[in-house]
């Protein structure tokens, strides 16, 4: 398994609010990317305190204490999500709004889990076909709007988070599992890496990584292309290999 990732200011905010985490051993990868929220108190401690729950959770990973059960182990993550969920919501969110988005993706073997909340996304490449495999908690994404109100891109609304870790007591997030073939490839990024790359240039990025001989020249281009674009945001994304 390889893998490289970045996790930078951009060339507008003055702070980045992301962070990231990628490790791997022989059997098992572990990686995840955070936003916190932008605009809002303590947004950058909110993704780190996630990031730094998340750390914890793998230096104590051993497949044979959950006696090698994918379930638990997947389990078992969504509670280390659960608990920074409660310490920020305890601590920060008072007088205040603070929260942070996640997208975790976990493999084990051949099977993966991708757990999230928010608008951070996981993407995998199989085949020739980029699929995006989470969904954007935004508020035109919600259940019961009609076409045209999703459509509406004047509203004030569009485009809003309507979940997010840390803003609630009891946190709500996606989990979805599925088996992986050898010729996938994931990314996972934050809004400031698909907001300023399009998907034709995302999907010519993870085809590329598939033969290249060194991730972190990919890696580095899709760099360049955000930062040509404007880089209006915090750029965080790993490419998983």
Same mark, same amino acid.
């Given at each position: 398994m390889e893998y490289v990732g970045i996790s930078e200011t951009g060339l507008v905010r003055e702070m980045n609010q992301d962070a990231i985490l990628m490790h791997a051993d022989t059997c098992a990868g572990f990686f995840a990317v955070a936003d916190g929220m932008g605009g809002h108190s303590h947004g950058e401690w909110a993704s780190r305190h996630i990031i730094m729950e998340l750390e914890v959770w793998w230096k104590q990973f051993r497949a044979t204490s959950y006696e090698n059960d994918f379930r638990r182990m997947t389990v078992s993550i969504k509670q280390a999500v659960d608990q920074a969920n409660r310490e920020i919501y305890t601590t920060y969110n008072r007088m205040t709004i603070c929260g942070s988005t996640i997208a975790v993706l976990f #493999? +084990?073997?051949?099977?993966?889990?991708? #757990? +999230?909340?928010?608008?951070?996304?996981?993407?995998q490449y199989q085949g020739n076909e980029l699929t995006l495999l989470t969904i954007d908690e935004t508020w035109e994404n919600q259940a019961g709007l009609s076409p045209e109100e999703r459509k509406d891109f004047l509203n004030p609304n569009y485009g809003k988070l309507v979940n997010a870790i840390g803003t609630r007591e009891t946190m709500r997030c996606r989990i979805l599992t599925g088996v992986w073939e050898d010729d996938s490839l994931f990314l996972l990024c934050t809004d400031g890496l698909y907001?300023?790359?399009?998907?034709?240039?995302?999907?010519?990025?993870?085809?590329?990584?598939?033969?290249?001989?060194?991730l972190g020249n990919i890696c580095n281009q899709i760099r360049d292309t955000v930062y040509r674009n404007g880089a209006g945001d915090n750029v965080s994304y790993i490419i998983v290999r």
């Open positions: #493999l +084990y073997q051949n099977q993966y889990c991708i #757990l +999230y909340a928010g608008d951070s996304r996981v993407y907001k300023f790359c399009t998907n034709k240039e995302l999907k010519y990025y993870m085809k590329k990584s598939r033969k290249a001989d060194n």
